[in-house]
């Protein structure tokens, strides 16, 4: 009787034991997510995300009001700088500056913000008397900014912002309030528009002589300028779905397709058609760059993927499921490979950032019990 007691002592031990282990290795290798739980309860913005730019250290987001978020502490405050007479405001890549437009008593003003000091711009009359002015998009790089409007465009170079009046001309598109995306680089502006199940176009206007060039008659849902100057772009397949990633050459305007996927009509026993894409279907939704300068795209249901120039090949990083956000609005990199994205959950905006060494993700904004996994 002693012998068998001890015998199932042992066993209970090694079982203990054998448990734990199992335990310990899920915990330290799976790649499911950890939800790390709402980590500000003051930060309850109520419109969804307008504008994420990223400001020195910090992010500076646009919703109701504009807040500034520390990534590192994960506060987030109202941002002092700027009031609510703003309609919309860009930060240059490198920090130095803020430009915003604003309007009081329907009268338009543009100013440059530098360490915290407001300094008026000059506007044009043409931009001081339109009143589509409301609809403008502010867009810049280190080397330039530029004012968009449904009418007209005005372009600065910043080192002469304040000594030289804006080099102004007609948007020739005259749909500029449909723009939905925005790349610069050596003097020209990128411009993608998505008009629905109406198409849309790429744009290429030269900012030093104002001219137009249609580069593609399809929709395009995000853009971007690798550190090669490669320009990438996310389109719609015909059936209204973002389900292709391209590139672009400029001087020829050829588009390639880097990776495509086609949604399966269940109706018709369809298999599922991919290019370069070893995972479930899902949707493109926005493009970034990571820390190392890599490209990489979000997905509605599967997470985060950065691609491969050498294999042409997508691989996963981070958390492989997206826990309820509906959408991805805005995207920023963080340093320490973090990314701050802005969504929302049952319309409600949300907040999270999601730590791709850490496989995990907290809520910033929004309801931790909408917080669910798609």
Same mark, same amino acid.
């Given at each position: 009787?002693?012998?068998?007691?001890? &015998?199932?002592?042992?066993?209970?031990?090694?079982?203990?034991?054998?448990?734990?282990?199992?335990?310990?290795?899920?915990?330290?290798?799976?790649?499911?997510?950890?939800?790390?739980?709402?980590?500000?309860?003051?930060?309850?913005?109520?419109?969804?995300?307008?504008?994420?730019?990223?400001?020195?250290?910090?992010?500076?987001?646009?919703?109701?009001?504009?807040?500034?978020?520390?990534?590192?502490?994960?506060?987030?405050?109202?941002?002092?700088?700027?009031?609510?007479?703003?309609?919309?405001?860009?930060?240059?890549?490198?920090?130095?500056?803020?430009?915003?437009?604003?309007?009081?008593?329907?009268?338009?003003?543009? @100013?440059?913000?530098?360490?915290?000091?407001?300094?008026?711009?000059?506007?044009?009359?043409?931009?001081?008397?339109?009143?589509?002015?409301?609809?403008?998009?502010?867009?810049?790089?280190?080397?330039?900014?530029?004012?968009?409007?449904?009418?007209?465009?005005?372009?600065?170079?910043?080192?002469?912002?304040?000594?030289?009046?804006?080099?102004?001309?007609?948007?020739?598109?005259?749909?500029?309030?449909?723009? &939905?995306?925005?790349?610069?680089?050596?003097?020209?502006?990128?411009?993608?528009?998505?008009?629905?199940?109406? %198409?849309?176009?790429?744009?290429?206007?030269?900012?030093?002589?104002?001219?137009?060039?249609?580069?593609?008659?399809?929709?395009?849902?995000?853009?971007?300028?690798?550190?090669? %100057?490669?320009?990438?772009?996310?389109?719609?397949?015909?059936?209204?779905?973002?389900?292709?990633?391209?590139?672009?050459?400029? &001087?020829?305007?050829?588009?390639?397709?880097?990776?495509?996927?086609?949604?399966?009509?269940?109706?018709?026993?369809?298999?599922?058609?991919?290019?370069?894409?070893?995972?479930?279907?899902?949707?493109?939704?926005?493009? @970034?760059?990571?820390?190392?300068?890599?490209?990489?795209?979000?997905?509605?249901?599967?997470?985060?993927?950065?691609?491969?120039?050498?294999?042409?090949?997508?691989?996963?990083? %981070?958390?492989?499921?997206? @826990?309820?956000?509906?959408?991805?609005?805005?995207?920023?990199?963080?340093?320490?490979?973090?990314?701050?994205?802005?969504?929302?959950?049952?319309?409600?905006?949300?907040?999270?950032? @999601?730590?791709?060494?850490?496989?995990?993700?907290?809520?910033?904004?929004?309801?931790?019990?909408?917080?669910?996994?798609?």
């Amino acid at each position: 009787m002693q012998s068998k007691k001890g &015998s199932f002592v042992k066993f209970f031990l090694v079982l203990t034991i054998l448990l734990a282990s199992a335990s310990a290795y899920y915990f330290l290798f799976s790649t499911a997510p950890r939800f790390e739980g709402k980590v500000n309860a003051s930060f309850s913005p109520n419109f969804r995300c307008k504008a994420l730019y990223k400001l020195n250290d910090e992010a500076l987001a646009l919703t109701n009001i504009y807040y500034r978020i520390n990534p590192d502490t994960l506060s987030c405050k109202t941002f002092d700088a700027v009031t609510d007479s703003i309609q919309t405001l860009c930060t240059t890549p490198d920090g130095k500056h803020i430009f915003a437009l604003a309007l009081e008593s329907e009268i338009p003003y543009f @100013f440059d913000i530098v360490e915290g000091k407001q300094k008026l711009i000059a506007l044009p009359d043409s931009a001081k008397y339109n009143t589509e002015i409301l609809y403008s998009v502010l867009v810049c790089d280190n080397e330039r900014v530029v004012l968009i409007n449904p009418k007209w465009m005005y372009t600065w170079k910043i080192k002469e912002i304040h000594d030289k009046p804006a080099f102004e001309f007609e948007n020739h598109n005259a749909t500029g309030c449909e723009y &939905s995306c925005f790349a610069m680089q050596d003097n020209k502006l990128y411009v993608g528009e998505d008009r629905e199940h109406y %198409g849309g176009k790429l744009i290429c206007i030269n900012l030093d002589d104002g001219k137009f060039a249609t580069l593609i008659d399809k929709s395009v849902v995000d853009l971007l300028f690798d550190k090669d %100057g490669t320009l990438w772009t996310i389109n719609k397949l015909p059936n209204g779905d973002p389900g292709k990633i391209c590139t672009v050459d400029p &001087s020829n305007n050829q588009l390639k397709v880097i990776t495509s996927i086609t949604r399966p009509d269940p109706d018709k026993n369809e298999a599922k058609v991919a290019l370069n894409w070893d995972y479930p279907v899902t949707q493109f939704q926005k493009l @970034f760059l990571n820390e190392q300068n890599q490209v990489m795209v979000a997905t509605d249901t599967q997470g985060f993927f950065k691609f491969d120039k050498n294999k042409t090949k997508w691989t996963r990083k %981070g958390p492989d499921r997206i @826990f309820g956000l509906e959408a991805f609005e805005k995207i920023l990199p963080l340093n320490n490979n973090k990314v701050l994205v802005a969504g929302h959950i049952n319309n409600e905006c949300t907040f999270m950032i @999601f730590d791709f060494e850490k496989n995990s993700y907290k809520l910033l904004a929004g309801d931790p019990n909408q917080v669910k996994e798609r």
